[in-house]
């Protein structure tokens, strides 16, 4: 997965996550299928992908919460 923009504190790639959502799993599907991740790690994942997507500089960051 070298490259790849990962969840932090794991090593499931955001673009898994932004797959299973837009092939209609739903976030608590997801949360069942990934228990160690939370709301908070799906919804910065949607946030991370909708700035690389906009063009926006990204850097790592952790989790608000």
Same mark, same amino acid.
């Given at each position: 997965?070298?490259?790849?923009?990962?969840?932090?504190?794991?090593?499931?790639?955001?673009?898994?996550? *932004? /797959?299973?959502?837009?092939?209609?799993? #739903?976030?608590?599907?997801?949360? @069942? $299928?990934?228990?160690? =991740?939370?709301? +908070?790690? *799906? /919804?910065?994942?949607?946030?991370?992908? #909708?700035?690389?997507?906009?063009? @926006? $500089?990204?850097?790592? =960051?952790?989790? +608000?919460?």
């Amino acid at each position: 997965m070298t490259g790849k923009p990962i969840i932090r504190g794991t090593r499931i790639p955001v673009d898994q996550i *932004i /797959r299973l959502l837009g092939e209609g799993m #739903s976030v608590e599907g997801i949360l @069942e $299928d990934y228990p160690h =991740l939370s709301k +908070k790690d *799906i /919804r910065a994942a949607l946030l991370y992908s #909708s700035k690389v997507i906009g063009g @926006e $500089d990204v850097f790592p =960051l952790k989790a +608000k919460g």
